[in-house]
């Protein structure tokens, strides 16, 4: 970073500084000193009584240069900085939390499963139509009914196979193969045949 000042603001800043401190960094004149004072170009005007009595000494007395000090690392006004720095770093706070904020408030997808069930009868001669329709006509929170069909498993006996979608927070596939075996008159057993998340 070169040494550049924004005149007259960093003659007030320096000129506060300096009512303090008789030098920019220590107490006698160093390299930093030689560096600003080249920075400002001329003695400044008695306005900045304290950076022209400063002026006037850094000039009048040879100060030592440091050989390893690189003069484009001083920063002069490094509070200049911090007040840049905190003043980003509050908008940056400010805009986090309105992103987050506009997200919390953003509807967040809702979790479903595609589910494949398997509802076999007592025999060959339940009623495979009303076993159907009695197990569509259970409603719950989150659930929809799918295509379903009759599957051949053996000597005249057909089973159920049904798809529905469930609301993953709102419907337990525990409490809708429940439900179904509720229908005791036609129902003997419900598996799950298959699963898979939307």
Aim: net charge negative; proline share 3%.
């Amino acid at each position: 970073m070169s040494v550049t000042l924004e005149l007259p603001l960093a003659l007030h800043i320096l000129d506060g500084f300096l009512a303090e401190n008789k030098y920019v960094e220590s107490a006698s004149a160093t390299a930093a000193d030689s560096a600003v004072a080249k920075a400002l170009g001329s003695a400044p005007s008695a306005e900045f009584a304290n950076v022209a009595k400063w002026y006037a000494e850094v000039n009048k007395s040879s100060a030592p240069a440091a050989a390893d000090e690189d003069e484009d690392d001083i920063d002069l006004f490094g509070s200049d900085d911090e007040d840049v720095d905190e003043e980003a770093e509050k908008i940056k706070a400010q805009r986090i939390a309105e992103y987050n904020a506009k997200k919390a408030a953003k509807p967040k997808p809702i979790a479903k499963t595609t589910v494949t069930l398997e509802v076999k009868p007592w025999d060959d001669e339940t009623d495979m139509e009303a076993l159907t329709q009695g197990v569509r006509d259970i409603q719950m929170d989150g659930l929809l009914w799918g295509g379903s069909q009759l599957v051949a498993i053996g000597f005249g006996i057909k089973k159920l196979q049904i798809n529905c979608v469930v609301e993953d927070d709102k419907v337990l596939l525990d409490d809708l193969t429940d439900k179904i075996l509720e229908l005791e008159d036609f129902v003997q057993s419900v598996d799950v045949a298959a699963m898979q998340k939307i």
